[in-house]
Structures are given as C-alpha cells and as structure tokens.
Nanobody
Framework: QVQLVESGGGLVQAGGSLRLSCAAS????????MGWFRQAPGKEREFVAR????????YYVDSVKGRFTISRDNAKNTGYLQMNSLKPEDTAVYYC?????????????????WGQGTQVTVSS
C-alpha cells in the first residue's frame, strides 16, 4: 500500500516555473513506477510524465517535452515534477500516481495509488 501527497502547486505567470513534490508513505514506493497526470476543467485526465522505479526509464507527453522534468529520490520516498516555461494551457490539477509494478505505462489504468491533486494555474 502506498499513500501519496502532492504539494508545490500554485499560481504563476506564463514563462514561470513550479516544482511539484509527491511524498509517499509505504515501504513499496522505491520499487514502484511513478507517474504524473493532470486534469483541466471539462477535460479528461491526461498523462504528463512517468518514471520507472530506479529512474532509468522516463517518458513525457509531447506537449511538455523540454519544459518538464520528472525525477525521484527513493531515499526520501519522494517524486518530483519540475515545470519550466509554463504556459496557460498547463493549467490543471496535477496528480501523482504510483504503480504496483516497477515499470508502468501512460494510462491511468496502469496506476494503483493516487494523490489528492494539487492545483497549478498559469496566468497569461
């Protein structure tokens, strides 16, 4: 069992940066793949980025490549999403998720545990 708590969201101007954190409790986090998803009002939840248990495999949705960086510190049971060059279209609630496996896909169905979400708002 893994419990996840996101933090670091907020209001930022276009072009700015935010760093989201995902604090995990539970002894299996270090062996779990992790992902970040987002959901804008009126839209479906969208995959943003994922990272394997060791950090060796990382994938991003095309719209954030070159701007966002996913990482993790298993010693701290924490995952991160560094977001640079933010755009108004990045505005959404951002969720971290953990899988029950070491590697995962880009579907929300690949993840077993979810945080409560943190709001990111980018003003133009």
């Amino acid at each position: 069992q893994v419990q996840l708590v996101e933090s670091g969201g907020g209001l930022v101007q276009a072009g700015g940066s935010l760093r989201l954190s995902c604090a995990a409790s539970g002894r299996t986090f270090s062996s779990s793949a992790m992902g970040w998803f987002r959901q804008a009002p009126g839209k479906e939840r969208e995959f943003v980025a994922r990272i394997s248990w060791s950090g060796g495999r990382i994938y991003y949705v095309d719209s954030v490549k070159g701007r966002f960086t996913i990482s993790r510190d298993n010693a701290k049971n924490t995952g991160y999403l560094q977001m640079n060059s933010l755009k108004p279209e990045d505005t959404a609630v951002y969720y971290c998720a953990a899988a029950a496996t070491r590697y995962s896909g880009s579907s929300h169905n690949d993840y077993n545990y979810w945080g409560q979400g943190t709001q990111v708002t980018v003003s133009s």
